[in-house]
C-alpha cells in the first residue's frame, strides 16, 4: 500500500482472503446462484408433464325463499323455505403420451440446470479474475505512488544542495528556483497519484460488496507464474471454457425444443378419472331430501389434424433457431482461438519486457546515485540532475506496468482456459 503519513496502517488485506469475500458476497455471484436453485427447482418430473394432476372442489349453497304451488286444485304455500346444496369432487387427469414431448421437456430442463450452473461457474471465474487483476492494480497504482513520494524526496535532496551551494556562493539563486519548482511538480504528481489510488480502493471495496469506507492495505509483490505452457492451455480453453461450454449446452437444449415442437404432430392421450358427492336438503320441496355419490372414468384421445400450418411454421422456425445456435458455437470457438493466440503471445513478450525493464531500473538507480554526487561536487548540471532523476521514475514506473501486465496476460489467459479456478 503506498504511505499516506497515517500513523496506523489499515489491516492488510490479502488476495485470498479479498477472493473469499468477493465470492461470498459479490451480488451477481448472488444472483447466478439464485438462478441455480430456480433451475433446479425447475428440472422436475412434475414441471415436465409426467405426474398427474389431481384437484378437487367444493361447493356450499344456503338458500331462503318463499314459494307458491298450485296444481291440480292443491295449492300450497311456503314462508321463509330453507334450502341446502353440498357438492364436491375430486378430480385427476394424467397425461399418457403426448408423442414423447414431456421426455424431452425433462431433458431441456435439465440443459437449463446444466446453463445456469455453467453461467454460474462463467460469474465466479470472472469475478475471480477481476479481483486479481484490481488487487494487482491496486499494487500497481501504489508502487507508482510510492514511487512518486521517492521522486519528491530526491527533490526535496536536490533544494537542499543548491541551497548549500548558494551559500557557499557557489550556487545560483535561478537553479533554487527551478528546484523549487520541479519539487512542487513532483508533490503534485504525488497527489494525484495517491488520489487514483484511493480511488481504486473505493472501487475495489465496491466489488466486494461491503463499505468503500472498509479502510485495508494490499501486499506489495506481483507475482508472475512464468511457466505456463501453450498447449496444456490451449488443450483447456477447448475443454473448459465456460463460453464454449454455454454454447454447446444452447444448442442442445435448442435441438430438444425442436423435438417437443415436433411432438405436437402425434396424439396425445390422456387418462381422467373423478369423485364426486352431492347432497341437497329443501324444506319447501316435494324432495326434501337427496343425496348421490359416483365414480367416473375415461380415456381422451386428442389427434392433431389440421391447424392452419401454425406447426410447420413453428417447426422450421426452430430449424432456422439451431443453425443460427451452431453458427454461435462456431463464431465462439474461432474467437476463443484468435484470443488464446493473441494473449499467449502477449503473456510471452510480457515477460521478456519484466526481464529487461528489471535490468533498466538497476541501471537507472545506480546512474542516480552517481549523479546525486557529481551534483553535489557541482559536475553536472541541475537538468542533467533533473534528467537522472526522471529517468529512474521512469524506469521503476515501467517496470512495475510490466510485471501488472505481465499478471494481467497470465490472468486471462487462465480465465480464458477454463484453468483459473
Known sequence: DAPDGMQDAPPVLTLSKALEIGLAENFQVRIARNNLSIARNNA?????????????????TERVEDSEFSAGGNDRTTEGARSSSRNATLQARWLLFD?????????QLGEQKEIADLELRQQLETLVATIIVSYYDLIRIGRQTENLKNSVEISQQRIEIEE???DLGSGSRADLLQAQSDL???RAAFLREQNRFNQAKIAFNTLLARSHEQPFSVTETIAIDSTLNESDLRAGWEQNNKALQLARRTLTSIRL???KIAAQRLPEISLQSA????????????ISFNETTGFSAGITARIPIFDGFQLQRRIQNAD????????????TRLQLDADFAALIQTYQNQLELVGLEEENLINAQESLEIAVERFRLGTISPLEFREAQQTLLEAENRWIVARYDAKVAETELLLLSGLLI
Open 44 to 60: 422436475t418430473l412434475g414441471n415436465a408433464g409426467f405426474l398427474p394432476i389431481v384437484e378437487g372442489t367444493t361447493t356450499l
Open 99 to 107: 408423442g414423447l414431448g414431456m421426455f424431452y421437456e425433462k431433458n
Open 164 to 166: 548549500t551551494k548558494v
Open 184 to 186: 512542487n511538480a513532483d
Open 257 to 259: 425444443e425442436r423435438k
Open 275 to 286: 369423485y364426486s358427492f352431492n347432497r341437497s336438503e329443501n324444506d319447501g320441496g316435494f
Open 320 to 331: 432456422i433457431a439451431i443453425q443460427n445456435s451452431e453458427l454461435q458455437l462456431d463464431a
